[in-house]
């Protein structure tokens, strides 16, 4: 076989493995949407989000399949998370890239990946078992937004760290000598040059850790009590999309099953919509800044 | 004045650190605490009376079939999808976007999704029945995109250092990938590989409805199997008194986890050693 | 827009005999083919590297191709083995031929046009592998499976670029752990290993050391028997210590052309161009 027809062969084959991924994406579309299409039918689109609250039965008329209340408490959780980790994760960032060298920097970038590592049902057990009789002691039954947000900030701390840390890395390196030659201090240099500089690659990673928080089903699971209501404050429990997908699958079928599948399509949607909007928006900032 | 804000900043972002320490220490120290003494035998032998007490042995067995089926699966691919990418449409802008796009999806998609998802296609679909195999194949797809990008960047360097010399030497793309590429890039690969069985030893959410619950020595990759975070998910919630087992397994997981982690790291340093 | 080099009369009846010479198994010895470049132009996308280009580069000689930065010295050399194929957006347009091959038909074989013509560059650019490996990747894949055949292949083109003695008793060793002179002579050997009939040289002492230097101009003046070589320097008086013929570019509206051809000693001592004689007294490029 003749080199370019080997290397043309090559590549129909390379060719084939890769359009797997993009297949892939169509794939898990198409099943999710096929699953949910006899709860469209069934119980139609509608009362999803019509429906007071969230209480399927084998009699369909009987059965409440609102997900508003969910949809709000899995966007209750993840935003509470974000508040909690975005200062603890810039601040840590700012931490190891500006002040801190040698051994404690390279310690503070190892933890970092090993808590980026951990298994969320890790973390989850420990939120279950420490951080919940803890807030029991606030108010029962500890089992509640603010417990999830917490773990999932524990989660999400990495995710900012990191990406804001590399954020600051891709500044021009001239730059902190330009500023020490013009005699400008070091923390109006990192608050007013280096931040707003660095603020693309930094929004990225609140965004990344958004929908991080928001598609994470252990954690809520476990600490956030699984009661299916509107929640009036940070200590009520809750239960989130993902969870009602984790705490239902295992015994529903038919058109209760259906709803989950199309409850995940919703999830999966929003989740790309807050990445997608993400984007779009830091795109335009960066048109603007140009 | 200056030299005040910048003292506020530091002392701040010093705390923050500190904290974010701290959180990491009290985890790993509950952990540890909790989980009493931790003999050897909890990783020989097998479970009993739900999992509350005995040890993980089939625990471990499944968690590796699920693993090796994974690995198997998207190690190979993810190459091939790297070389695709670097080597043999490196001009094509519309290749790179669409493939690009479809691994940013991926990414991005939830955990309890591609459990949906896997449920769906292996479980039902294609007849696998809640297995190993289902388990595993669902991982796959998982943590495919993050090892392609990391294969990827790898490939891509390795193939932008030496294209011109392996061209002008008369080699073909094939036989610069065979000979020259893929030879370079083993510590590339061996750094994805790491990451890859730590993502799919910690992924619980996408193997709930695919490899599913049972508790039971596998014995082939048709077998339902419960992986380790199954097992602590399982343990914690549905098991009362399976608390300390739980964490038993948490410790045992996270032990592992951290081993890779450095592992990892020790590569990838050698592999950005081998660079400068 | 520029000058034909004068070539020897008796060059032209030579060349059908040369190109039958597919098989690598054979040197060409003293006898080569010679490339010929007519309207030649490169465009990387909207932008033109350098057009109208005209020339017969003679057999057997050292061709310097010298002029200021940005006037597609290299480009053009890329162009020869069509390693701008690599670059997206790349496009040739005119004729170019080596001997009998015409090297800008979509039909010419890569493969065996980049083993005919060699290209040694700027930098050394060994394998990170053994020196052995270096040259045996090479030649396994222009289907020399025998190794021993390999092995003296290697040898006699390490003899040919004198790196033999120094490192015959390492060649189990990276090829990295050699000084930069010495990766550079490895490039060279590992090139005429694959017995190339044409050598392109992008500056190959520019990022070498004054000694290592001197023995790479030595070795190329020690190739002109057997081989054409067409090298790009900057070093004006490398290129007057060393080649026979000079190619002079230029660049005009930002695009590279050539001004002046013609033998080396004829254009230093009498450029015909006045820019040629601002350029080689140093005023101006």
């Not at chain 1, 089903?217 to 699984?226: A, L, R, S």
């Not at chain 2, 065979?178 to 996408?206: D, H, Y």
């Not at chain 3, 015959?168 to 590992?190: M, P």
Request: aromatic share 8%; net charge positive.
């Amino acid at each position: 076989m003749s080199a370019s027809l080997k290397d043309s062969f090559a590549k129909t084959l390379l060719g084939f493995a890769s359009s797997l991924s993009v297949l892939v994406i169509f794939f898990i579309f198409y099943f999710l949407l096929k699953e949910s299409s006899l709860a469209l039918s069934q119980i139609g689109g509608s009362r999803f989000f019509s429906d007071s609250t969230w209480a399927p039965e084998l009699n369909l008329a009987e059965g409440q399949f609102g997900l508003l209340e969910m949809i709000v408490a899995t966007v209750a959780v993840a935003t509470l998370a974000l508040f909690i980790a975005a200062p603890i994760g810039w601040f840590t960032a700012v931490y190891i890239h500006f002040f801190c060298k040698g051994a404690f920097r390279i310690f503070l970038h190892r933890v970092t990946e090993i808590v980026a590592g951990l298994p969320s049902v890790v973390l989850g057990l420990w939120g279950l078992v420490v951080l919940v009789p803890v807030l029991l002691n606030l108010r029962a039954p500890g089992l509640s937004v603010l417990a999830g947000a917490i773990v999932l900030a524990i989660m999400i701390i990495p995710t900012i760290v990191v990406s804001t840390v590399s954020a600051y890395q891709n500044l021009n390196s001239e730059l902190t000598l330009t500023s020490k030659g013009l005699g400008i201090g070091k923390a109006r240099f990192i608050l007013e040059i280096a931040t707003p500089l660095a603020s693309r690659g930094i929004s990225t990673g609140f965004v990344l850790a958004l929908a991080r928080a928001m598609g994470e089903t252990m954690v809520v699971v476990m600490v956030c009590g699984n009661v299916v209501q509107m929640p009036e404050s940070m200590l009520d429990p809750v239960r989130t999309l993902t969870g009602n997908i984790a705490l239902e699958m295992g015994y529903a079928y038919g058109s209760h099953q259906s709803a989950l599948f199309l409850s995940g399509f919703l999830l999966l949607l929003s989740v790309l919509t807050v990445f997608i909007a993400g984007r779009l928006f830091l795109k335009t900032q960066e048109e603007q800044f140009r | 004045m200056s030299f005040r804000s910048e003292n506020i900043l530091k002392g701040l972002s010093f705390i923050s650190a500190l904290f974010f320490c701290g959180i990491f220490f009290l985890i790993l120290s509950t952990l540890i605490y909790q989980s009493g003494a931790l003999s050897f035998e909890f990783l020989t032998t097998v479970s009993s009376e739900a999992g509350r007490a005995g040890g993980i042995l089939e625990v471990i067995n499944s968690s590796f079939l699920i693993l090796a089926i994974c690995l198997g699966v998207s190690v190979p691919l993810s190459i091939a999808t790297a070389v695709f990418l670097a080597v043999f449409s490196e001009k094509n802008p519309l290749v790179h976007n669409v493939i690009s796009t479809a691994l940013d999806t991926l990414a991005a998609t939830p955990s309890i999704v591609f459990g949906l998802f896997g449920y769906s296609f292996f479980v039902i679909y294609l007849g696998f029945g809640f297995s190993i195999l289902a388990g595993g194949l669902t991982l796959a797809f998982m943590v495919l995109p993050f090892l392609i990008r990391i294969f990827e960047e790898g490939i891509s360097e390795n193939y932008r250092q030496f294209k011109l010399a392996g061209a002008s030497l008369g080699l073909s793309r094939t036989a610069q990938v065979r000979r020259i590429i893929l030879p370079l890039s083993t510590n590339t690969i061996s750094a994805g590989l790491v990451l890859g069985i730590g993502r799919a030893l910690s992924e619980t959410a996408a193997l709930l409805f695919t490899s599913g619950y049972l508790l039971r020595m596998p014995e082939s990759v048709m077998d339902s199997g419960r992986s380790m975070s199954v097992h602590i998910f399982d343990l914690a919630m549905n098991v009362p008194g399976g608390n300390q087992n739980a964490y038993r397994t948490a410790v045992v997981l996270v032990i592992a986890l951290i081993v890779i982690n450095l592992t990892s790291t020790f590569l990838t340093r050698r592999v950005l050693g081998a660079k400068t | 827009m520029s000058g034909q080099l004068r070539l020897r009369k008796d060059f032209s009846n030579n060349e059908s005999s040369l190109t039958k010479v597919s098989d690598c198994s054979e040197r060409p010895g003293s006898v080569c083919a010679s490339l010929k470049a007519k309207n030649l132009s490169l465009h990387y996308g909207d932008f033109k590297a350098y057009d109208n280009v005209n020339i017969e580069i003679e057999p057997c000689k050292i061709t310097a191709l010298v002029g200021p930065s940005g006037c597609g010295k290299t480009s053009f050399l890329n162009s020869v083995n069509r390693l701008v194929d690599l670059i997206p957006g790349s496009k040739l347009r005119g004729e170019l031929s080596f001997g009998n091959t015409d090297i800008l038909s979509p039909s010419c074989d890569l493969i065996e046009l980049r083993r005919k013509i060699g290209m040694v560059f700027q930098r050394p650019a060994p394998f990170p592998f053994s020196i052995k490996k270096n040259f045996h990747i090479p030649l396994k894949e222009h289907g020399i499976s025998k190794s021993s055949v390999r092995d003296e292949r290697m040898e006699q083109s390490l003899k040919d670029v004198g790196l033999w003695d120094e490192v015959k008793n390492r060649l189990k060793q990276s090829a990295c752990n050699l000084s930069g002179g010495q990766q550079q002579r490895l490039c060279i050997a590992r090139t005429l290993s694959l017995k190339p009939e044409l050598l392109l040289m992008d500056e190959p002492c520019s990022a070498l050391d004054p000694v290592s230097s001197e023995k790479i101009e030595q070795l190329i003046l020690s190739l002109r028997d057997n081989y054409t070589v067409l090298m790009v320097t900057h070093n004006l008086a490398q290129a007057k210590r060393i080649s026979d013929n000079l190619l002079v570019c230029w660049v005009k509206d930002g695009t590279g052309c050539l001004i002046e051809t013609g033998k080396t000693s004829e254009i230093f001592f009498a450029p015909a161009e006045k820019l040629t004689k601002e350029y080689l007294q140093g005023v101006r490029g």
